[in-house]
C-alpha cells in the first residue's frame, strides 16, 4: 500500500495549480494551445476568476457543473476553478447526441453547464428537457440571450480565491461509464485520487518530471486524456500541449512539429493511423497507448520507424488510470505487462479464487485512485467496487513471469478506438428500422485486429438488396448515436442461431467471423 499523507483538509485545486505558484512556477508555461500560451500564474488568475463567476451564479459545495468542452485553455481553467469552490466537474464526451447529454444532465443534476460555443447545437434540442440546469455558460463564442458568455463572466471578477475546506475523501470531479446494460455510471472520483494516480503511473512508470511536455491526443474528457493532459503535468509543475481539433494523423504530427512534446498518449487506432501518414515524434522520448489492447506489430513498427517504445497500459474510467503497465526497458509486445507500483491485481475464478499462471479469470484491482460509487445506482456499484477492490469485467490470465494478457470481456462491452460501445445499445436502434425484423451486434477485427462493431439483421422482406441495406442501416445508426458506435459491417441472414430459449448465440456468430477471418 502506498501512502499519500494528504492532509484530512486538502483540495486538488490547490495542489494541482496553487502549489505549481508556491513553489516558484507563476511564469513557467502550464498550457500550450495552438498559438496561445499560459503560465501557472495567468492559468491560477484564470481558475479564481471562474471559480468567483460560480460562486457568484450561487453554486455551493457539492453541487455539479457539466463541462462540454474541446482540449483548449478552457478546460483546466473551468475543471479547477469548480474543484477550487469544492463544486464538482463533470467531463462530458463530446461525440455524444443530445439525448444522451439529456441524460446526463439529468442524471447528475448539474446546476451549471459550461459549454463550447461550437458545441452548444448539441445542447439546443434538449435545452427545454433539462430538468436542473439553472445556468449555461458559453466558452469560445458568443451566448444566445439567456446564457452567459464565459468572457463576460468572468471578465470581472477578482482574480483571488481561497480553495474551499473540502477534504481528502470529498468528491472531486465525475465521469459518465457505460455498460453493456442499463444507462451509463456517473462515477464519482474523491479529491486525493488524481494524487494517488500522479504518484504511482505518472512518477513510477512515466517518470514524468518538470522539464516535460505532455500531449495526449486522447481528449481530456476520457479519464485517460484528463491524466494525460491536465492532472499529471499540473501535479509536477509541467506543461500541458492541447489539440481542440479532431486528432487525425495530420492535426496530430502537426502538433507534436510545433510544440516538441516530449511525452505523446494516443489509442491503438491512432497509432495504426499514424504509421500508415507522413510525419516525426520530433523531441518524444516515450509514447503511451492504452483504451484497447495495443496489437505487438504497431509495437515493432512504431520502433523501427522512431525508435521509440509505446508503453500499452491498462487503465479504466473507475481506477481513474492505468493500474497495469509496461515499462520503459521491459516492453513485451502483446502484454499489457505487469502491475503498477501502488496497485495489486488478481485473476479470479467464478468462486473468486485466484487462478493459476495460464489460467484466464477475471480481473480485479486494487488501489486508492478507484472511484468510491456510481451515482444512484446502488447495485452496480456493489457489483464493481467490491470492497477494497474493483471489479474491471475484464478476462484476464498472467505468465509465470507474472505478465498480463488480456482475454475478452466478462460482458459483451467493445471498445472501438479506446471508446466502450455497447452491442446493445446498437441492437435497439438498429430494431427501429422498418426494415429490420431482428439482429445481432458483435465485435469484429478489421484489417489491422483492431475491434469494430459489426451487425448481423434479418430483414423482415429477405429480397431486399443487401448492398443498398448495408449502407441504409449504417447511415440509420450513424443518424441517432454516437458516429462511432455505427457498424462497420452489416452481415444478413435469414435467421439468427438461437438457444432452445431463444437467445441469440452470440459466440456462434463470433465464431462465423473468426473461421472466415482465419
Ligand atoms: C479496456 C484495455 C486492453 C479494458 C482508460 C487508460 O480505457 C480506459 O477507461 P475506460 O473506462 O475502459 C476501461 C476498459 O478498457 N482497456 C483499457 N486499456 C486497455 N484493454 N489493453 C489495454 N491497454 O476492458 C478496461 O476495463 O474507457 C485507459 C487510462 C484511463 C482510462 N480510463
Not at 434538449?126 to 451566448?143: D, K, M, P, S, T
Not at 513471469?401 to 472501438?416: E, H, N
Request: a negative charge; hydrophobic letters at 40%; aromatic letters at 10%.
Amino acid at each position: 500500500p502506498y501512502n499519500l499523507n494528504l492532509p484530512e483538509q486538502f483540495n486538488a485545486a490547490d495542489y494541482f495549480i496553487d502549489r505549481n505558484v508556491r513553489e516558484g512556477r507563476a511564469n513557467k508555461t502550464a498550457v500550450l494551445c495552438e498559438e496561445r500560451a499560459f503560465t501557472y500564474g495567468q492559468l491560477q488568475e484564470n481558475v479564481n476568476r471562474f471559480g468567483n463567476a460560480l460562486k457568484s451564479l450561487d453554486v455551493r459545495m457539492e453541487e455539479r457543473v457539466a463541462l462540454l468542452l474541446l482540449d483548449t485553455e478552457i478546460y483546466p481553467q473551468a475543471f479547477f476553478g469548480a474543484i477550487k469552490i469544492g463544486a464538482v466537474p463533470i467531463c462530458l464526451n463530446t461525440m455524444n447526441r443530445p439525448k444522451d447529454f439529456e441524460y446526463y444532465l439529468n442524471d447528475s443534476r448539474a446546476r451549471v453547464l459550461v459549454v463550447d460555443a461550437s458545441l452548444l447545437e448539441l445542447i439546443e434540442p434538449i435545452r427545454n428537457n433539462l430538468l436542473f440546469v439553472r445556468q449555461i455558460i458559453v466558452a469560445n463564442g458568443e451566448a444566445p440571450a439567456g446564457d452567459l458568455s464565459l468572457d463576460e463572466l468572468t471578465a470581472d471578477q477578482s482574480t483571488h480565491l481561497e480553495a474551499a475546506s473540502t477534504c481528502s475523501d470529498d468528491a472531486c470531479f465525475w465521469l459518465y461509464s457505460s455498460g453493456s446494460t442499463g444507462a451509463p455510471k456517473g462515477t464519482v472520483h474523491l479529491q486525493h485520487d488524481m494524487v494517488y494516480a500522479t504518484e504511482t503511473y505518472g512518477k513510477q512508470v512515466l517518470g514524468i518530471k518538470e522539464d516535460d511536455y505532455c500531449f495526449s491526443a486522447a481528449k481530456l474528457f476520457f479519464a485517460y486524456g484528463l491524466g494525460n493532459g491536465l492532472y499529471f503535468p499540473f501535479g509536477v509543475g509541467a506543461t500541458a500541449i492541447y489539440l481542440p481539433k479532431r486528432p487525425t494523423p495530420d492535426q496530430v504530427y502537426g502538433t507534436i512539429h510545433r510544440h516538441r512534446p516530449t511525452l505523446f498518449f494516443g489509442v491503438p487506432t491512432l497509432y495504426g493511423q499514424m504509421l500508415e501518414a507522413e510525419g516525426s515524434m520530433d523531441n518524444v522520448r516515450l509514447c503511451v497507448s492504452a483504451g484497447e489492447a495495443l496489437p505487438g506489430d504497431y509495437i515493432n513498427r512504431w520502433k523501427d520507424r522512431f525508435d521509440l517504445d509505446i508503453l500499452d497500459g491498462i487503465g479504466s474510467t473507475e481506477m481513474a488510470h492505468i493500474f497495469i503497465s509496461n515499462l520503459p526497458g521491459d516492453i513485451h509486445a502483446g502484454s499489457s505487462g505487469k502491475v503498477v507500483p501502488g496497485y495489486e491485481a488478481r485473476i479470479v475464478s467464478e468462486e473468486m479464487t485466484d487462478v493459476a499462471p495460464g489460467e484466464i479469470g477475471t480481473l480485479l484491482v486494487k488501489g486508492d485512485s478507484a472511484a468510491a460509487f456510481y451515482w444512484n445506482k446502488h447495485q452496480k456499484t456493489r457489483q464493481t467496487m467490491m470492497g477494497h477492490w474493483v471489479n474491471t469485467g475484464d478476462k484476464y490470465y498472467q505468465d509465470e513471469q507474472g505478465y498480463f494478457y488480456c482475454a475478452g470481456r466478462s460482458d459483451d462491452m467493445l471498445k472501438v478506438g479506446g471508446i466502450w460501445v455497447s452491442p446493445n445499445e446498437v441492437e435497439s436502434c438498429l430494431i427501429k428500422h422498418p426494415a429490420v425484423l431482428e439482429c445481432a451486434v458483435i465485435g469484429a477485427p478489421d484489417e489491422n485486429n483492431l475491434i469494430k462493431p459489426m451487425a448481423f439483421v434479418v430483414l423482415k422482406k429477405p429480397d431486399q438488396s443487401a448492398t443498398h441495406m448495408e449502407a441504409e442501416l449504417q447511415d440509420f445508426v450513424k443518424s441517432s448515436l454516437a458516429l462511432y458506435k455505427y457498424p462497420r459491417w452489416v452481415r444478413f441472414l435469414d435467421e439468427l442461431p438461437k438457444t432452445a430459449t431463444g437467445k441469440i448465440k452470440r459466440f456462434e456468430l463470433r465464431n462465423m467471423v473468426y473461421s472466415q477471418a482465419a
